[in-house]
């Protein structure tokens, strides 16, 4: 059994951020062991009917008192200074930094990069360079939370919050939604990847390693959209929690939750994508964003090919290049793993038996 | 003891037949549901927040269950985050709010101050029935499928986002916190006005004083928090643009009213307990508590300077960085008093002569606990190192140890130490210590690995973590421990109420306190608290230590030569 104590240290604040804890923690360890050895030493001593001398007591003593207000004081005044200066390196963002946009809402991560490359739920950030995050909030209120580069900030609706880091390590980073979003809160996590310069630079040219064909079919459009929008973050393979799966939707009769039954027919659906609310399926509440006003009528009409492409009247087509896409759009550089069979591998002890925790909560 | 105190004081004899007291003056419901005794209306508020602790106990124990798998074990999402919320809320609104000052405080501070009844007592009558009616109001939320936004409600996912009972549990905390305010006008009136001849204000116990400085936070904090629980209702209800950027308002607006209130509130919950102790350390050690003015003072203190930090719940959510760093500046002042406190009840131990009975053995833990409590707190007080610690475990293990370990630990040894005061019987001694023991061994078994899973980055209210399974170790060893701690707190309702039927009849002064309620009245006492009322003449924490400590060794020197 592992009982790690300390998140890795992977960026330039973080070593600075682990002297002042260790620093603090040595503090409450020695003040702690002060108190209880000041109790079990007094309450030793005078335990009733010992033989210790009890003769001219005093309960009170005002320099005692004075000096026992001072110490701590000048040691936390100490501590104060220190942890607010860095706290104002945390916060002073660096002029030369990589930006990066991000939105949260629930339950998920949109970040875009300069250059027009998406990503969900995953943000890619070159290796030893500042990288600054531009944030905001697209419903309530979340926190971009990154342990292991000791930094944490807010993403509030209506403003936008930013946060940097330099990271020093190549790896995969945890991220994490830190202020309570609601149902699926726990679930908006998500990895940042740290590159190397030129693996990076690679990356970006490539455009993410995504948009590599040119003359989509209407279906491919649909995908991209489905994968720039994050869709399958919640539609997933199989029905979950979440949402139900688009997986043959097209063409099946879906019930509602007024009782009444419908065809998934184009209108079906793409009422379903623009005004969610107004037919849900049963079992499901209204978490699902509107998307009127935010998908034009050809975006909408590339969606629903793609949804038929996934098969049709319940059943998905036993073979071709869709039968796996459904999940965000999760399309690694060689040699990169995707971070959620990182996380079954070590969830389950092992490759073998991996399966997609996500679709069965 | 001490007779130079009280002039008036009656010796009672043991009863052959019981006398009549508060518990039995009538036995009707009505003269309960009626009352305008402090007395009465102290046990009405032991049951009910008795019975909210259990209530917030059995969501804790389902939190726990969950944890110890990655992927959780048998809640949804939904239901858990329901869990939580009804855990905080229940925990805090309805019982660490209300424990002291309306169990102990209404039965204590008339019968510590000398009078007869507290100044108004179909007001505080009134105060358990809006706590109730607050109560029930929560209980409904939770029946008609409860609520999911945390304790802290944070808008606009409270106000516009939550589809579940919101608007019904603001309503009802909105009572309870009215509920609050009247016990606060009553204790500052009572306090005020009604001591008895003699009873200056340097001569009241500690515990009074600590009463004194809740009940300012109370009547000054709480109409904060109601005003920002309606506008988050009418948000709610009527669409009014208040907090919600959608329509026009400002999230982080509600961050500030909120902890304006909430960060005040948790010395609304902890200077009760912290009165507890000065009574508690100073009775079994048989010593005057260390520098009584210091600690007095350092309770007006920490309720002034209370009001001045709410900021430090909020350095990442936007507020200015300068804004942050006074905030911070002032959390480190506040840190202080509560440290003074620390030392001076640990000094008031030196030359006494120290008795480890049960309720001595809670103020011992409440001691080891509150001061680890209070020196996490210096992590997230300072603004630097907040920044990855704030909203992880290592919040929930910080503030548990200063409202578990520090609050309840009181709770219990206060309610252990007037226990005989309050029903006029003892309970089992040995099963008083080990349950203390038990609370003490099983908190740190529960909380003491939620500071390494914070400090790892574990977020709180997080139902699976499959993407960081090395974390189900500590979490597995916190429910490990709090199976025991919930054991710890089972234990005394057995004993306790086996005492009210079988318990030794205690006498006045089982313990030999000084204090009018000790002195002054019998156990349980008279509707009317005194006979005549008592006129004091001497200083508080009358104990004499070398006596006590030379009587105790020539009784054990007879017990050895019989």
């Known amino acids: 059994m592992n009982f790690p104590i300390m998140p890795p240290q992977a960026s330039e604040f973080a070593p600075k951020y682990d002297a002042i804890f260790w620093a603090t923690s040595g503090l409450t360890v020695i003040f702690t062991a002060m108190v209880a050895i000041l109790i079990v030493i007094l ?109 944490q900030y ?25 202020i309570h979003c609601g149902t699926q809160h726990s679930e908006m996590v998500g990895y940042v990847h740290v590159l190397p310069q030129a693996e990076f630079d690679a990356w970006m040219a490539n455009g993410g390693n995504r948009y590599l064909k040119t003359n989509l079919t209407m279906a491919e459009a649909g995908k991209q959209i489905w994968d720039d929008k994050g869709c399958g973050n919640c ?40 005004r969610p609310w107004n037919k849900l399926t049963t079992g499901y509440e209204r978490t699902m964003q509107a998307y009127e006003g935010v998908l034009s009528e050809e975006q909408v009409l590339n969606l629903i090919a793609y949804m038929k492409s996934l098969g049709q009247g319940g059943t998905s087509p036993d ?23 990182i996380a079954n591998e070590r969830a389950s002890g092992g490759a073998s038996q991996a399966h997609d925790l996500r679709n069965n909560p | 003891m001490s007779s130079t105190v009280i002039e008036q004081a009656v010796e009672r004899e043991e009863p052959a037949a019981p006398q009549k007291n508060y518990l039995n003056a009538d036995h009707t419901i ?130 516009l986002y939550s589809q579940t009972q919101i608007t019904l549990a603001l309503v009802g905390l909105f009572l309870a916190g009215f509920s609050s305010i009247m016990t606060g006008v009553n204790f500052i009136a009572t306090i005020h006005k009604m001591r008895a001849p003699g009873m200056t204000w340097f001569r009241m116990p500690l515990y009074v004083w600590s009463h004194y400085a809740t009940s300012i936070i109370a009547i000054l904090g709480t109409p904060v928090v109601a005003i920002t629980l309606l506008l988050v209702a009418l948000e709610r209800g009527l669409r009014i643009g208040i907090f919600s950027p959608e329509l026009g308002g400002d999230p982080v607006l509600f961050q500030h009213m909120f902890w304006f209130y909430s960060h005040p509130a948790v010395y609304i919950m902890l200077l009760p307990g912290m009165g507890v102790i000065s009574e508690i350390m100073s009775c079994f050690s048989r010593r005057p508590v260390f520098g009584y003015k210091f600690v007095a003072f350092s309770s007006m203190a920490i309720a002034g300077l209370g009001f001045l930090v709410w900021g430090h719940h909020m350095y990442v959510s936007s507020q200015s960085v300068f804004q942050g760093i006074i905030f911070s500046l002032i959390s480190f002042l506040v840190a202080v008093p509560s440290a003074i406190k620390v030392f001076n009840w640990s000094l008031t131990m030196w030359k006494g ?49 200063v409202m578990v370990g520090g609050t309840v630990m009181a709770f219990l040894g206060g309610l252990h130490f007037w226990w005989p005061k309050m029903f006029g019987r003892m309970y089992s001694e040995f099963w008083g210590r080990i349950s203390a023991i ?27 973590y499959y993407i960081a399974p090395e974390w189900q170790v500590y979490n597995v060893l916190s429910t490990a421990g709090s199976t025991v701690l919930g054991i710890g707190f089972l234990m005394p309702v057995f004993y306790l109420l086996k005492s009210l039927k079988s318990g030794p009849i205690a006498g006045p002064n089982p313990w030999g306190a000084t204090g009018l309620e000790w002195e002054a009245a019998a156990s349980p006492p008279v509707t009317l608290n005194f006979d005549g009322i008592p006129k004091v003449v001497g200083p508080v924490y009358n104990y004499d230590a070398i006596e006590d400590s030379e009587s105790f060794r020539r009784e054990q020197m007879e017990k050895v030569t019989k």
């Open chain 1, 43 to 151: 309450a030793g001593k005078y335990k009733r009917g010992s033989k210790a001398d009890r003769s001219n007591p005093s309960s009170h003593n005002t320099t005692l008192e004075m000096l026992l207000m001072g110490v701590p004081t000048v040691l936390g005044m100490i501590i104060f200074v220190w942890s607010a200066v860095l706290f104002i390196e945390a916060r002073t963002m660096p002029k030369n930094a990589q930006e990066i946009f991000v939105i949260g809402k629930r339950w998920m991560w949109h970040a875009q990069h300069m250059n027009g490359v998406r990503e969900n739920n995953e943000i890619t950030v070159p290796l030893g360079k500042p990288v600054k995050l531009t944030m905001i909030s697209q419903d309530v209120v979340h926190a971009m939370y990154l342990p292991d580069f000791r930094a």
């Open chain 1, 154 to 178: 807010h993403v509030v609706p209506g403003r936008y919050t930013q946060l940097h880091f330099t990271a020093t390590k190549p790896g995969t980073y945890k991220m994490f939604c830190n």
């Open chain 1, 235 to 274: 539609h997933q393979t199989l029905d979950n929690e979440r949402a139900p799966s688009v997986v043959g939707i097209y063409g099946s009769t879906r019930k509602l939750t007024d009782g009444t039954t419908v065809e998934a027919n184009e209108d079906y659906l793409r009422e379903s994508i623009l």
């Open chain 1, 319 to 341: 073979k071709g290049i869709y039968q796996q896409p459904v999940k965000t759009g999760r399309d690694f550089p060689v040699g990169r793993k995707d971070p959620v069979d």
């Open chain 2, 30 to 159: 009505k003269s309960w549901l009626l009352t305008g005794d402090h007395k009465r209306i102290a046990v009405l508020y032991l049951i009910s927040v008795t019975f909210f602790f259990f209530l917030g106990g059995i969501a804790a124990a389902f939190i726990r269950a969950e944890l110890t798998s990655p992927m959780g074990t048998l809640l949804n999402s939904e239901t858990y985050n329901k869990m939580f919320s009804a855990h905080g809320i229940i925990m805090i609104f309805f019982f660490l709010i209300a424990a002291i000052p309306a169990v102990l405080g209404n039965f204590l501070i008339p019968l510590m101050i000398g009078a007869r009844d507290l100044a108004f007592p179909r007001l505080n009558l009134a105060s358990w029935y809006v706590f109730m009616l607050g109560g029930l109001l929560f209980i409904i939320a939770l029946i008609l499928g409860g609520v999911d936004a945390g304790w802290t409600f944070y808008t606009p996912l409270s106000s």
């Open chain 2, 353 to 401: 002569s120290v008795v480890f009975s049960t309720p001595m053995i809670y103020a011992l833990g409440f001691l080891g606990l509150f001061t680890i409590g209070g020196l996490t707190g210096l992590y997230l007080s300072a603004i630097g190192t907040d920044i990855h610690l704030t909203g992880t475990y290592f919040i929930v293990a910080h503030f548990h140890y």
């Open chain 2, 438 to 464: 038990v609370v003490f061994v099983g908190f740190n078994f529960t909380f003491f690995p939620q500071f390494i899973l914070g400090y790892l980055g574990m977020p709180r209210r997080y139902h699976y």
